[in-house]
Nanobody, 127 residues
Framework: QVQLAESGGGLVQAGGSLRLSCVAS????????VGWFRQTPGKERELIAA????????YYPNSVKGRFTIARDNARNTAYLQMNSLKPEDTAIYYC????????????????????WGQGTQVTVSS
C-alpha cells in the first residue's frame, strides 16, 4: 500500500513558476511509475507528466512539454513537478499518482492505470 501527499500549490501570476512535491509512504514507491494529473471542474483528469521508476523515461503531453519537468528522488520517497511559464489555463487541482504496472510510461496515460492517489493541491494562475 502506498499513500501520497501533494504540496506546493498556490496562487501565481502568469509567467511564474511553482514546484509541486509528492511525498509517499510505503515500501514499493521506488518501483512504481509516478504520474502527475490535473483536473478542472467538468473535465476529466488529464495526465500531464509521468516518470518511470528509475527516472530513465519521462512523458509529457504537448500542452506542457518544455514548461513542466517531472523528477523523483526514490531515496526520499518523493516526486516533483517543476512548472515554469505558467498560464491561466494551467489552473486546476493537481494530483500525483502511482502505478505498479510494468508498461512504458506513455502507455500509462489514464487515471485507471494508477492505483494510488494523493488528495490534490490547487494551482491557480492569474492573468
Amino acid at each position: 500500500q502506498v499513500q501520497l501527499a501533494e504540496s506546493g500549490g498556490g496562487l501565481v501570476q502568469a509567467g511564474g513558476s511553482l514546484r509541486l512535491s509528492c511525498v509517499a509512504s510505503g515500501r514499493f514507491f521506488g518501483t512504481y511509475t509516478v504520474g502527475w494529473f490535473r483536473q478542472t471542474p467538468g473535465k476529466e483528469r488529464e495526465l500531464i507528466a509521468a516518470i518511470r521508476w528509475n527516472s530513465d523515461t519521462t512523458y509529457y503531453p504537448n500542452s506542457v512539454k518544455g514548461r513542466f519537468t517531472i523528477a523523483r528522488d526514490n531515496a526520499r520517497n518523493t516526486a516533483y513537478l517543476q512548472m515554469n511559464s505558467l498560464k491561466p489555463e494551467d489552473t486546476a487541482i493537481y494530483y500525483c499518482a502511482a502505478s505498479p504496472l510494468r508498461l512504458p510510461v506513455q502507455a500509462l496515460d489514464t487515471p485507471n492505470d494508477y492505483n494510488y492517489w494523493g488528495q490534490g493541491t490547487q494551482v491557480t494562475v492569474s492573468s
